[in-house]
């Protein structure tokens, strides 16, 4: 199993900033991409970007250019910088991590960005 605890989510102006962190613990060996979804009141839940051990990363056409995923191996946690944020960003924020074929997911951490 493996356990995924966001943090760094919160209440930001248009504009503004967060940075939301995700760390992995519990049977972490053989963990290969990580990466970011998130889920706005009535949508479906939609990927925001994800990075693999080697540090590619991908990202949704929403975000390019305004948000930076990243990841410390040795710490076993994944980071999202969002700049720019827009009140479309507003969505309940969820890590998640692949480990042989099952995907975990964290529970999720807010974002609300205000206009």
């Known amino acids: 199993q493996v356990q995924l605890v966001e943090s760094g989510g919160g209440l930001v102006q248009a504009g503004g900033s967060l940075r939301l962190s995700c760390a992995a613990s519990g049977s972490i060996f053989g963990i290969g991409v990580m990466g970011w979804y998130r889920q706005a009141p009535g949508k479906q839940r939609e990927l925001v970007a994800t990075?693999?051990?080697?540090?590619?990363?991908n990202y949704a056409d929403s975000v390019k250019g305004r948000f930076t995923i990243s990841r410390d191996n040795a710490k076993n946690t994944v980071y999202l910088q969002m700049n720019s944020l827009k009140p479309e960003d507003t969505a309940v924020y969820y890590c998640?991590?692949?480990?042989?074929?099952?995907?975990?997911w964290g529970q999720g951490t807010q974002v609300t960005v205000s206009s």
């Open positions: 990075i693999i051990r080697g540090g590619s990363a």
């Open positions: 998640t991590a692949s480990r042989i074929g099952i995907a975990y």
